[in-house]
C-alpha cells in the first residue's frame, strides 16, 4: 500500500484511456465544470471507481480546488452542533466537497489560528458556526476566502453569507410562552461573549418582550461562562436570592439541562417552583427525564443550506445571501402551566 | 490582506535577515530540528512574530511536516468524544501541531475515505477514535502514516500504537456492582457493529462475570444501532418482554440517557424496577434528573496519551505502545440497592 501510493498510484491518464476519452476530458469532470454532459461524467466515474482512483489532494490544491471545506465549532460538548453537522453532512453527500472540522474551544484566539491554518491548508471554503471572533476579523477572512456563518447577525452590506434564525423573535416567543403559562418574574441566563451577535440578538428579544408584557421590573439578565462550575456559582445564587425568578429562560439546551439539575438539587420543583426553558430543541429535550421546552431553529436546515450557499461561493456567485429560519417554541413539561398558574396570573 | 498572502506574504528569507542568521538557521528552527539551540530558536521566532510570519503548511507540506494532527470520531452526539478532544487540545497546546477532525458517522466507508483523504492532505499522522473500519484496514494505514488509535485492541504485534481503557475488566466491574446491589436478571444493551473490538471485549467481560456469579441464565445481550428510533425499539420490547431484566447495562451513557427516558415514559420507576448503568462516566451523568451509574474509563486521559504517543511516533519512534487505563465504576442513583434488594437476593 505504502509503495502503491509512491509507484503504483493510478494516474489521470489511465482513467483517460480506460474510458476512452482525454486526459482534458477527465481533469473537467474533476473539477466539476460547467457543461461536462451526464454521458462523459457517468463514463469517466465509471472509470475511477473501476481503478479505485483517487485525486492527490494536494497536487490538485496546487491547481485550485482542494474540494475541501473548513469548518469551525465553539466546542464539542453542545449537542446542537451536531445537528448542524447532520446537515451540513448531508449537503456534501452527493459532491466531492469533504469536510474538516476544527473547535475553538469558544476561544477567540484559537478560532483565528484556526482559520488561518485552514485557509494555509488551501480549504476551498469555511463555515464557522458560532464564530468567537472578532466581527472585523470577518471582512478581510472573507476577502481571502469563501465564507458562510451561522449564528451571527451582520448589519448592511458584507462580503459573506449568513445562515440565522431569527435569535431576536426566538426570546421574544420565550417569553410570550411562559407569560401565558403564568410566569411573569422571568430572568435569562445568557453567555458571557464580548463577540457573539446571536447572543446580542436573544438579549434584545428577550428585553423587549419584557417592556411589551408590562414586566421591565423583572428583567434580570446574568450572564456566565460555559464551565460546568461557573453555571452552578451563579445559578445557585440567583435561585436562592429572595429575588428567586419563577422561571429562567437559558441561551441553550445545554445549559438548561445543567439548571434543571442544579434546581432539583435545591429542591425546586419544575415547573412548578421554576419554569426552565432552552434553545436549540436538542434530541435531549425530549427524554422523560429532562422534558424541556425549547425553541426549534431547526440545526438541521441551517447546516444544509450553510453547505450550499458556500459552494455556490466557492463556483463564483459574489453578492451576499443572508438566509434566515423562523424559530418556534416546542413546549413540553418544564414550563407549562401548573397548580394555582393561569393566563397573566403570576406568582 | 488577500493582496499581502499573493504578492506581499512575509519570506523566510526576510525573517532569517532580521533575525541576523542563515535560511538554514530560519529552516531548522521550523521543523523543530534536534541540536538547535534554545538562543537561536528564541531570536528566530521574535522575528517571526514580529514580521508576523506564518509558513505556508502546503509548502511545509512539500518539504516534510504540516504540523497537522488528523483525528477521526465517529459522531459528534456522543459527549465522550468532547472528554477524549479536551485531553487532545491541551496534549497539544504548547506544541506546533494543530488537528483537524473528521466524523465518520459510525460508516465503515465514510471512515476510509476520510482517512485517505487526511493522508492526501498530508497529516503528519492519525488518531482514530472508536474506528469502525475493518482492522485489516490499518495495518497499511500505519505503514503510511504514524498511526493511534482509541477504543481499538489489537492482539500480539502492530504497527501502531493503542490506547485504551481495560473495557473487558469494566463489564466485569459493572455486573459486580449491580450483583451487589441486589440485582440478578441483567441484560446488556450492545452495538451491532462488526469491526469494534471494544464492543466485542465488553461483551466479553459481562457474560464472564455473569459466569463467575452463577447467572449464565440470566445472560441476554441486545445489539442496537445508535438511531434513537432503533434504540426506543428494542428497548421497549425488552422492557415489556415477560422476560424483563431488572438491570440493563449500556455500552454508553448517551444510550444509557435514552433508556432512562424510554423507562421512565413505560412507568418504571429507577432504580426500584430497573437498574441502568452506562460507561464512560460523561458529564451528563452527575445531573440530578440522569444520576446515572456508570464507568469512568477517563476520556481526558487516553486523548492526552494519545497525543503524546502520536508525536513521539511522527518524531520516529518505531516499537508500537499500547497505553491502557483501568476502569472504575462511579456509583450514582440509578443502580443503588433499594427497598427490599440486598446483597446476593435479587428479584
Not at 471545506?69 to 449537542?79: A, E, H, K, Y
Not at 476577502?143 to 459573506?160: C, D, N, Q
Not at 430572568?187 to 417592556?211: D, F, K, P
Not at 427524554?287 to 431553529?297: G, M, P, Y
Request: charged fraction near 20%; proline fraction near 3%.
Amino acid at each position: 500500500m505504502a509503495q502503491n501510493q509512491k509507484s503504483g498510484r493510478v494516474t489521470i491518464k489511465e482513467v483517460a484511456e480506460d474510458a476512452g476519452v482525454s486526459v482534458a476530458a477527465v481533469s473537467k469532470v474533476l473539477r466539476e465544470a460547467y457543461g461536462v454532459s451526464e454521458a462523459l461524467k457517468t463514463k469517466v466515474r465509471a472509470s475511477m471507481k473501476k481503478l479505485n482512483y483517487r485525486p492527490l489532494a494536494t497536487a490538485r490544491g496546487m491547481r485550485g480546488q482542494t474540494f475541501t471545506i473548513g469548518v469551525t465549532f465553539p466546542d464539542l460538548r453542545n449537542p446542537f452542533f451536531a445537528d448542524i453537522l447532520a446537515g451540513i453532512n448531508s449537503a456534501l453527500e452527493r459532491t466531492q466537497y469533504q469536510l474538516m472540522l476544527g473547535v475553538s474551544l469558544s476561544t477567540p484566539l484559537i478560532e483565528e489560528t484556526l482559520i488561518d491554518s485552514m485557509i494555509d491548508r488551501q480549504m476551498d471554503g469555511l463555515i464557522l458556526v458560532g464564530t468567537t471572533v472578532n466581527p472585523a476579523f470577518l471582512e478581510p477572512t472573507a476577502s481571502r476566502k469563501p465564507l458562510v456563518t451561522i449564528g451571527h447577525h451582520v448589519e448592511g452590506e458584507s462580503s459573506f453569507d449568513t445562515v440565522n434564525n431569527d435569535d431576536r423573535l426566538g426570546a421574544i416567543l420565550v417569553v410570550r410562552h411562559l407569560v401565558a403559562n403564568g410566569y411573569r418574574k422571568i430572568a435569562m441566563l445568557s453567555l458571557n461573549s464580548t463577540t457573539s451577535t446571536l447572543i446580542t440578538e436573544r438579549e434584545h428579544g428577550y428585553r423587549q418582550a419584557m417592556g411589551d408584557h408590562g414586566l421591565q421590573e423583572h428583567v434580570q439578565i446574568l450572564r456566565v461562562g460555559q464551565t460546568l462550575r461557573e453555571v452552578q456559582t451563579a445559578t445557585r445564587r440567583l435561585l436562592q436570592s429572595p429575588d428567586k425568578p419563577d422561571a429562567l429562560f437559558c441561551w441553550t439546551d445545554f445549559i438548561a439541562l445543567e439548571v434543571i439539575s442544579i434546581a432539583t438539587e435545591l429542591g425546586l420543583a419544575i415547573p412548578d417552583d421554576l419554569a426552565v426553558v432552552g434553545y436549540d430543541n436538542t434530541m435531549y429535550c425530549d427524554f422523560a427525564q429532562n422534558n424541556l421546552t425549547s425553541v426549534d431553529q431547526s440545526g438541521e436546515v441551517l447546516g444544509l443550506q450553510s453547505a450550499r450557499l458556500l459552494i455556490e461561493r466557492i463556483r463564483g456567485r459574489q453578492e451576499a445571501e443572508h438566509f434566515v429560519v423562523t424559530p418556534r417554541v416546542v413546549a413540553r413539561g418544564s414550563s407549562l402551566a401548573v397548580g394555582g398558574r393561569g393566563m397573566g396570573q403570576g406568582s
